[in-house]
């Protein structure tokens, strides 16, 4: 899309993008002509292509900047002919959604996007099946995609045109998502929307208008979810009378799975690893200092080469070097949980699946009986938690974690946490005996007991 702008300049008295006619004595400023051709930017004057009494007439210059889109590239008016009806050229084909979905999948590709990536644009751009999964009983759950292809199909939509900012919101309304999920998924969106109009396949600032149309969404933040230290011997108990195939051996005590899985768990716990990485995680990652006797654990490669590396106990050090091979006798002599085939992404869901039956063997409840909502991450929750209520400093933390910044692990660890409020709390009550005004006789009352305080949940405001 091209459009013709006068750049005013002195004796002119408007301003030098101003779209009005030029004012003052003997002005008469040049025109230029600024927009997209076939996906390319163009700021061309309009001295270069017409006659000098013609170059700064705004009608000849809208008239060469139709003649431009016609043709496709910058030409003279005397140097272009129309071709005859027997040669007429195919006007140009209007961009498609699926074409467009097609381009942007293959760019994120060519940018080196991850896979995890690839899959999450994938689910909400490409993907039109609709899986029906099942249960354990063999009837089919109901599931469905809601990608842009599919609601497209299912509406008639064709051409990237017909994107409008209603058309938009009745997609997204589609999705079915909580609000966090729904902030990710709309800031891939409006990446999309930017990614087109660079192509020139949208007119200019129809992004930036699409993203001011959809607005920010609110997402809640919620308390971290972590365990605590009775909790998480009850998880590890419940290792014991874990099996992968508990009609074959009777929850026997000595079962491969219990001390697999009882492995992954400690590394999780003590590491902060997440699950993916825990379940991929290489043999050669654990090394001994010869000096200390201390074991670590490498927990990743920063981008400038150098590895992080976080100690370990040394019990969980020999439930590593001693985790046998699984159930069906699979091994690898560079992983510990895993044989290296398949993908990454399927081998954990596995695991997470194993888990889900190791929190259901261990029972927990919330303080109102409810059972309490369980999932591998809390592992790495619990490894920040615990270090920062141990005195580790936030940063130290963070680095550990892996966060590109330690603003990250203030966010999700600080705020949230009432163990950390009692901590504080006990913290200002010691200062308060030093400060005389409290003796200590009155906080022995309830040694290492501190009134529980209320957390208010804020909501959190995501700008995508």
């Excluded at 076939?38 to 013609?54: I, N, Y």
């Excluded at 201390?294 to 080469?305: D, E, N, P």
């Excluded at 591998?376 to 400093?393: I, K, N, Q, W, Y």
Aim: net charge positive; proline share 6%.
């Amino acid at each position: 899309m091209l459009k013709a702008q006068k750049r005013h300049q002195a004796p002119c008295t408007r301003p030098e993008w101003d779209q009005r006619s030029c004012a003052g004595k003997g002005a008469n400023c040049p025109v230029l002509i600024i927009g997209t051709l076939k996906g390319e930017r163009v700021r061309l004057s309009t001295a270069r292509f017409l006659p000098p009494d013609k170059a700064r007439d705004m009608e000849a210059a809208r008239d060469l900047a139709i003649l431009w889109e016609k043709v496709g590239t910058p030409v003279r008016p005397g140097d272009y002919r129309e071709p005859t009806s027997a040669a007429q050229e195919p006007e140009p084909t209007r961009p498609t959604v699926e074409g467009a979905v097609t381009a942007y999948m293959a760019d994120s590709r060519d940018r080196g996007n991850g896979d995890a990536s690839l899959y999450k644009k994938a689910t909400v751009f490409e993907r039109t099946e609709i899986v029906n999964p099942r249960d354990r009983s063999g009837a089919k759950i109901a599931a469905k995609t809601t990608s842009l292809l599919w609601f497209c199909r299912q509406k008639g939509i064709r051409f990237l045109s017909e994107l409008t900012l209603a058309t938009l919101c009745e997609w997204r309304a589609t999705w079915g998502v909580n609000s966090l999920v729904r902030a990710k998924r709309q800031g891939l969106v409006i990446g999309f929307l930017w990614f087109c109009e660079r192509r020139g396949w949208f007119p200019r600032n129809y992004a930036a208008e699409m993203t001011a149309g959809l607005g920010r969404i609110e997402v809640k933040a919620t308390q971290t979810g972590y365990f605590m230290p009775a909790e998480y011997k009850a998880i590890l108990d419940a290792t014991y009378i874990y099996s992968d195939r508990p009609s074959v051996d009777k929850h026997n005590a000595l079962t491969i799975g219990g001390h697999r899985i009882r492995a992954l768990t400690e590394v999780m716990r003590w590491t902060g690893l997440r699950i993916r990485d825990a379940v991929t995680l290489e043999k050669q990652r654990l090394v001994r200092d010869s000096e200390s006797g201390l074991w670590s654990l490498m927990v990743y490669q920063k981008k400038t080469g150098d590895p992080v590396y976080c100690p370990i106990p040394p019990h969980v050090a020999e439930v590593l070097q001693d985790v046998p091979q699984s159930q069906k006798g699979n091994t690898n002599e560079r992983y510990f949980f895993w044989t290296g085939e398949g993908l990454a992404k399927t081998i954990t869901s596995n695991w997470q699946r194993s888990y889900g039956k190791l929190f259901k063997l261990a029972g927990l409840k919330e303080s109102n009986g409810k059972p309490k909502r369980c999932h591998p991450h809390m592992f790495r929750d619990t490894f920040a938690v615990e270090a920062l209520l141990s005195g580790m400093r936030l940063e130290e933390v963070s680095i550990i974690l892996g966060h590109s910044s330690v603003k990250i692990t203030e966010k999700h660890y600080m705020p949230w946490v009432r163990a950390r409020q009692a901590s504080l709390n006990q913290s200002v009550v010691a200062s308060w005996i030093k400060q005389g005004i409290m003796k200590p006789s009155d906080n022995k009352r309830s040694p290492g007991r501190v009134k529980r305080i209320a957390v208010v949940e804020l909501p959190v405001v995501v700008n995508d």
